[in-house]
T-cell receptor, first 112, second 111 residues
Framework: DGGITQSPKYLFRKEGQNVTLSCEQN?????MYWYRQDPGQGLRLIYY???????QKGDIAEGYSVSREKKESFPLTVTSAQKNPTAFYLC???????????FGSGTRLTVV | KQEVTQIPAALSVPEGENLVLNCSFT??????LQWFRQDPGKGLTSLLL?????REQTSGRLNASLDKSSGRSTLYIAASQPGDSATYLC??????????FGKGNQVVVIP
């Protein structure tokens, strides 16, 4: 079945560490996105990529980095510069035209 | 900047009643509008996608309408069931393929 796979489901980070969240899709979608979800704030866009080897900052990119070396993969690194990384992270993808967005099951990141 | 508002933020209904969830957006220049369902601690599941040229979409007990000129969409869920308890999110696609979300309608269906 086609879909988006996010891993791990739960991730714990110590202060000062960088961590990488994985997002893989087999939908042959060109565009991929990372969102952060906090209680009461809705979803906020971190980074997005519309084609391989290209990506743009979203609304809250500070403290995060991404790469898009393959169409299927869009990993997100949460760096030590992100001061409040505890949140639920969602990856999404979309195809051309009318297909809407498909979301993964999310990664919950907690700072310990 | 596109802003999406969902009212009410939370509601409870007895089982069997129809649910009506509202979504409004500030910029009518949208490509499409999508309704999602989110269960606690889970990702988003797409329910209905309405293209900007369409007025409504239906899937089973779900019906979503779109009035682009007034910046409104409504999601109807007929004969609600306890399994419908979840948060429902409205999102509009606009501009440079950007998706703007509302904060959601948290629904509890009481058996």
């Amino acid at each position: 079945d086609g879909g988006i796979t996010q891993s791990p489901k739960y991730l714990f980070r110590k202060e000062g560490q960088n961590v990488t969240l994985s997002c893989e899709q087999n939908l042959n979608h060109d565009a991929m996105y990372w969102y952060r979800q906090d209680p009461g704030q809705g979803l906020r866009l971190i980074y997005y990529s519309q084609i391989v080897n290209d990506f743009q900052k979203g609304d809250i990119a500070e403290g995060y980095s991404v790469s898009r070396e393959k169409k299927e993969s869009f990993p997100l690194t949460v760096t030590s510069a992100q001061k409040n990384p505890t949140a639920f992270y969602l990856c999404a993808s979309s195809g051309q035209g009318e297909y809407g967005y498909t979301f993964g099951s999310g990664t919950r990141l907690t700072v310990v | 900047k596109q802003e999406v508002t969902q009212i009410p933020a939370a509601l409870s209904v007895p089982e069997g009643e129809n649910l009506v969830l509202n979504c409004s957006f500030t910029d009518s220049a949208i490509y499409n509008l999508q309704w999602f369902r989110q269960d606690p601690g889970k990702g988003l599941t797409s329910l209905l996608l309405i293209q900007s040229s369409q007025r409504e979409q239906t899937s089973g007990r779900l019906n979503a309408s779109l009035d682009k000129s007034s910046g409104r969409s409504t999601l109807y869920i007929a004969a609600s069931q306890p399994g419908d308890s979840a948060t429902y999110l409205c999102a509009v696609l606009y501009g440079n393929n950007r998706l703007a979300f509302g904060k959601g309608n948290q629904v509890v269906v009481i058996p």
